[in-house]
């Protein structure tokens, strides 16, 4: 396990794209998925005031909710162009709620076509929470 600060790192995968992510809590773990999801795909963006956008998602379990997350995030970076970099995640349950803030994208250098369950499982220990994250490019 990684120290207790938050972040990401890229981990060889053979044909796709992997990340493993470490964070003290779950809404950091799922903030460090979003950024690491970013920084592999090397989105920029425009400066200036961000727009606000909010997401409700449901799901049966944490790693569920993980990736309905993250395929919104690639949703809204593909189709609307907007990435996040501010966070406020709360969970209730198997429900999450996100109030973001998004910038419109200048460049992506790499677009991914999905989150994928392969091996995800997240993991708690006595430092925080961890998982591997493999996404099809």
Do not use: C
Not at 1 to 13: A, Q, V
Not at 19 to 39: C, N, R, T
Not at 44 to 71: K, N, Q
Request: hydrophobic share 40%; no cysteine; glycine share 8%.
């Amino acid at each position: 396990m990684k120290s207790m600060e938050s972040g990401f790192e890229e981990i060889p995968h053979i044909a796709d794209w992997s990340i493993h992510v470490w964070a003290k809590d779950l809404p950091g773990l799922f903030e460090q998925a979003a950024l690491g999801m970013y920084s592999m795909a090397g989105v920029t963006h425009s400066e200036g005031a961000g727009s606000p956008r909010t997401l409700e998602l449901r799901g049966s379990d944490t790693e569920s909710l993980l990736i309905s997350f993250l395929s919104e995030i690639v949703y809204l970076m593909e189709h609307e162009r907007l990435i996040f970099e501010e966070f406020k995640i709360q969970f209730e349950g198997t429900e999450l709620k996100a109030a973001m803030i998004g910038w419109k994208i200048d460049s992506i250098r790499k677009a991914f076509k999905a989150v994928t369950y392969h091996n995800l499982k997240i993991r708690r220990g006595k430092e925080g929470y961890q998982v591997d994250i493999v996404f099809d490019v």
